[in-house]
C-alpha cells in the first residue's frame, strides 16, 4: 500500500516562499504529481503543478510555475519536495500529492495514491 503524507503549507505574504513535503511509503508507482484544488471541489478538477519521475528525475511543470516551482526527489528520506518561490495571492489553494503511473502530466484520474493536502494561503 503507497501513502503519502503532505506538510509545510501555510500562510506567506506575496513574493515569499514555502516548501512544501510530501512522505512517501510503497513502490507502487513511478511518478509523483502536485496537484493544487480549491477547498471542496472533486478531485477530478485538480490542477497539475509539478511532476518527478522517480527513476528518472525527470521533471515537468505547469507554465504557471515555471521558473518559481522547484520539485525534488530526496531518496534516503522518501520525501518529495516542492519549493515554491515568488509566491503569489493566485497560487492559494490546497495542495495534494499524488503517486501513480500516469501516461499525461497531471490528469488526476491517472493517479492512484493522494495525500490528505496542505493548505497555502499567499496574501497581498
Known amino acids: 500500500e503507497v501513502q503519502l503524507v503532505e506538510s509545510g503549507g501555510g500562510l506567506v505574504q506575496a513574493g515569499g516562499s514555502l516548501r512544501l513535503s510530501c512522505a512517501v511509503s510503497?513502490?507502487?508507482?513511478?511518478?509523483i504529481c502536485w496537484f493544487r484544488q480549491a477547498p471542496g471541489k472533486e478531485r477530478e478538477r485538480g490542477l497539475g503543478v509539478a511532476r518527478i519521475t522517480v527513476r528518472s528525475g525527470r521533471t515537468i511543470y505547469a507554465d504557471s510555475v515555471k521558473g518559481r516551482f522547484t520539485i525534488s526527489l530526496d531518496s534516503a528520506r522518501n520525501t518529495v519536495y516542492l519549493q515554491m518561490n515568488s509566491l503569489k495571492p493566485e497560487d492559494t489553494d490546497v495542495y495534494y500529492c499524488?503517486?501513480?503511473?500516469?501516461?499525461?502530466?497531471?490528469?488526476?484520474?491517472?493517479?492512484?495514491?493522494w495525500g490528505q493536502g496542505t493548505q497555502v494561503t499567499v496574501s497581498s
Open positions: 510503497g513502490f507502487d508507482f513511478t511518478d
Open positions: 499524488a503517486a501513480g503511473r500516469p501516461t499525461h502530466f497531471a490528469e488526476p484520474l491517472e493517479y492512484d495514491y
